[in-house]
């Protein structure tokens, strides 16, 4: 009889050693716990936790214009065009990164704002789409209902983005709760009934 194959992606404590699902407990622990400590701070310093997305994207900001301008400047194997717009593009984002640095408070808004329209932009076409869509479906009732919904929850977002915006971050607040919380139980569920069995 053939042996069947899989892909491989399946995680089965039973093809572990004991040192690999010790491994695999400390991964799901520390994913967890770092879920659970986000969703927490954004509950309780929600102003402060976005701060520190806001720096955080400075910083990679700085980064990658400092990259961007090195790469235009130091690579000789690039086309002068290219070249010339990595400058450019590079200064952009490194005074984009220093902006964002120097006002936080700032930053953070824009970035809430900027999500939150982006969410409603999206919504939006996806409702035109659907309602374009529903004359080929099966129930185009629950289509065109479907698409409604979605282009009225896109206008409405675009409409108040800062009342979007306050409600997305409890949402994510409440998303990493309950990851972290699955996470730690993960980590310690994970490969138990091996040791039950032993």
């Known amino acids: 009889m053939q042996e069947q194959r899989h892909l491989g992606f399946e995680l089965d404590a039973r093809a572990l050693t004991a040192r690999a699902i010790t491994l695999v407990r400390v991964m799901f622990a520390v994913l967890g716990a770092v879920a659970l400590a986000v969703g927490v701070a954004l509950i309780v310093w929600p102003g402060r936790t976005l701060a520190v997305g806001a720096a955080l994207a400075g910083v990679y900001f700085v980064i990658a214009g400092v990259a961007r301008i090195a790469m235009g400047v130091l690579g000789a194997a690039v086309s002068a065009?290219?070249?010339?717009?990595?400058?450019?593009?590079?200064?952009?984002?490194?005074?984009?990164?220093?902006?964002?640095?120097?006002?936080?408070?700032?930053?953070?808004?824009?970035?809430?704002?900027?999500?939150?329209?982006?969410?409603?932009?999206?919504?939006?076409?996806?409702?035109?789409?659907?309602?374009?869509?529903?004359?080929?479906?099966?129930?185009?009732?629950w289509a065109l209902a479907y698409g409604i919904?979605?282009?009225?929850?896109?206008?409405?977002?675009?409409?108040?983005?800062?009342i979007t915006a306050t409600v997305l971050v409890w949402i994510a607040a409440a998303v990493f709760v309950v990851l972290g919380v699955v996470g730690l139980v993960r980590a310690f569920t994970f490969g138990r009934e091996l040791e039950a069995a032993l």
């Open 81 to 141: 065009g290219l070249r010339s717009l990595s400058i450019v593009m590079g200064v952009l984002m490194l005074i984009a990164g220093v902006v964002m640095l120097r006002n936080l408070e700032a930053s953070t808004a824009v970035l809430l704002i900027v999500v939150a329209l982006t969410v409603g932009i999206g919504w939006i076409i996806d409702g035109i789409m659907v309602i374009l869509e529903s004359g080929k479906a099966r129930s185009r009732a």
């Open 149 to 162: 919904v979605g282009l009225l929850a896109g206008i409405a977002v675009i409409a108040f983005p800062a």
